[in-house]
């Protein structure tokens, strides 16, 4: 077993002589089964965000031989598991999922979820301040879409390979910025060539006056921090005192919030005095403002998860949803908690589906 909890392959005869390795060990290859002859290890090697099987040929005789892996599936669908042979060795059989999720927003007045652009597959749906824009990731390729709040003139801003997170849209509305594992980056809300900011970052958020980008430069409690960016120059500004901090976004002008290393208090800073302040203490799967700014809308983990709000003004927390029976889709290992401009919260519910499938090949 390898530092990153993956196997390298071996075989072996049957009296346990003759151990060999033929696979070196990959974050990204799992689950090797043999074919019906010997002649074949079937196994699943992840591409983005899906699994498909491949087939190493591997030569019977005193000098086995490896040759080139052969892939067997192309999606759409799945197959994390990797593949059993039948007994006749005509078919595999496999268990293939399909990922698939359904954007939802909790209605305060009806007290009941409710579909948003149509129960899109997507997730992170921030608004512009105008409430006229919205950007989201489609899901599961985690690209950037824009689209107007009636779901109408959609756009897509990015394009595989990349993986975005986190989009948000600048508060003019003309920008969207977003993380990847490459980078931090700035793109017009209409398309176009993308800017970088900043470095492989965390959670970027704009400034009240769109002139700054606010980001976590590394996963909350390992040796985080954060930085305040100005994107058209790239200029870096540390933020007083938050070694271990992160998550963090701005109240108003004045005041940031952020969260601690162990996830279980928000905190807020005064950026006049520099002082970091309590706000509020429970177990923090996200946290986000509402698009006025008057409340703090959090997700929380455990058994009983809920979403919560707690008004700025006076701290008076609201409990507006429990979770338990929700199934909400943990995207990136986080729920992906998003306010609507009517202070809805928004998440998204996952639908995926598996099946076991029966797949014909023809062996070389």
Known sequence: MKGDNTFDTFEMAADGTGAREIRSASPNECCFHWSWDGNHLLYSVKAGNRW??????????????????????????????????SQDGKQIFAVASKQHGELLRYDLRLHQFLPLLSG??????????????????SYPDHCVWRSRADGTDRMQLTFPPVEAQVPFISPD??????????GTFVIDINGGPAHKIYETSLNPMWSPDGKNVLLTTNSVGINSSMQVIDPGTGKASPVPASEDKGGG??????????????????????????????????????????PDRKYVYIATGGREPIV?????????????VSLKDFGELSNFGWTQLRV?????????????????????????
């Open 120 to 137: 899109i597959s997507a997730t992170d749906a921030t608004f512009s301040d105008d409430s006229k824009w919205v950007a989201y990731l």
């Open 308 to 320: 919560q709000r707690i008004r700025i003004r006076d701290r008076r927390v609201e409990t507006i």
């Open 52 to 85: 498909d099987i491949w087939a190493l040929p591997v030569r019977a005789g005193p000098f086995r031989t490896q040759t080139n892996p052969i892939r067997l599936t192309t999606g759409p669908l799945s197959f994390s598991g990797g593949a059993i042979p």
């Open 249 to 290: 976004f701005w109240l108003d002008k004045k005041t940031l919030l952020a969260c601690n290393a162990t996830q279980t208090k928000l905190l807020m800073l005064d950026l006049d005095s520099g002082k970091w302040t309590d706000f509020f203490a429970g177990t923090l799967v996200n946290w986000i403002n509402s």
């Open 340 to 364: 609507a401009p009517d202070g809805s919260p928004t998440l998204t519910r996952a639908l995926d589906t598996e099946e076991i499938y029966a797949l014909q090949v023809r062996w070389p």
């Open 173 to 182: 509305g003309a920008r969207v910025v977003y993380a990847t594992d490459s």
